[in-house]
């Protein structure tokens, strides 16, 4: 039975992007279902199969699974094969508390430089909050790689559903070209020059759709040819 995931918008959709990433890096086969938001078919299909009426879900024959990490963690349990926590007991308790650090925080970051990937790359001024969020995630990711990444250039060496949790905050990195440091640079080029990532991003920039509340500096900052 083939896994289907219902996304929202490309060009948007953070949450969706996480187990999108993760199943395409994984190389496991799935369908996908775009279904852009604030539509009839967004509230009539998604809807019906996700109990917050939030994307992204998994559809596993009669199994729902939505919210993002839940979604990891099925995915996870159902290949193991693909690695996608840490074979390591430590590596691995580490990655759960980042993934989880992400889809729980750092509210001021997401709120004030939302994903999208059609926005030209411009500079944003940060409020006090979101710079403390910036630097918490470098940090956060600076003892992941220093810690547990010997083996690759992921947070964990090899890519893991952290990576995927974290693939939003690269974009919105990039996007409002925020201050970091260069380790920093360096990870965020590792996960943006996955074809994965390319792919998604290239879908996001080709959609119609755009929404007032993400735009709120259009048009100056718009990449949409
Ligand atoms: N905690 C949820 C968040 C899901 C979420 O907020 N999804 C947004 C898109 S990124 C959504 O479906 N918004 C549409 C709506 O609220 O109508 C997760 O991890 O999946």
Redesign the pocket.
Same mark, same amino acid.
């Given at each position: 039975m083939t896994l289907t995931l219902i996304v %929202?918008n490309k060009k948007y =959709?953070? *949450? =969706?992007f996480r187990p999108w990433l993760a199943l395409c890096v994984a190389g496991i086969p799935f369908e996908e279902k775009v279904i852009p &938001?604030e539509t009839e078919e &967004?509230k009539r299909e @998604?809807g019906g199969v996700s109990g917050? %009426?939030? @994307?992204?879900v998994l559809i596993d024959g009669d199994i729902r699974v *939505?919210? =993002?990490?839940a979604i990891l963690e099925y995915v996870a349990e159902k290949f193991p094969q693909a690695g996608l926590w840490p074979k390591d007991v430590a590596a691995r308790a580490h990655a759960r508390v980042v993934a989880n650090e992400m889809?729980a925080g750092f509210q001021a970051m997401r709120n004030h430089l939302s994903m999208n990937f059609a926005r030209r790359v411009i500079k944003r001024d940060l409020t006090p909050e979101v710079i403390a969020n910036v630097r918490r995630i470098e940090a956060l990711w600076a003892d992941c790689r220093a810690r547990f990444g010997k083996g690759g250039p992921f947070l964990l060496g090899a890519f893991s559903n952290a990576d995927a949790m974290y693939a939003p905050v690269v974009g919105r990195f990039y996007t409002y070209d925020v201050d970091v440091g260069e380790e920093t640079r360096a990870y965020m080029k590792t996960i943006m020059t996955l074809p994965a990532w390319q792919q998604w991003v290239a879908a996001g920039i080709k959609e119609p759709w755009l929404f007032a509340e993400d735009e709120v500096d259009w048009p100056q900052t718009h990449n949409l040819t």
């Open positions: %929202g =959709s953070s *949450w =969706s &938001f &967004f @998604v917050t %009426g939030k @994307v992204p *939505w919210e =993002s990490l889809h």
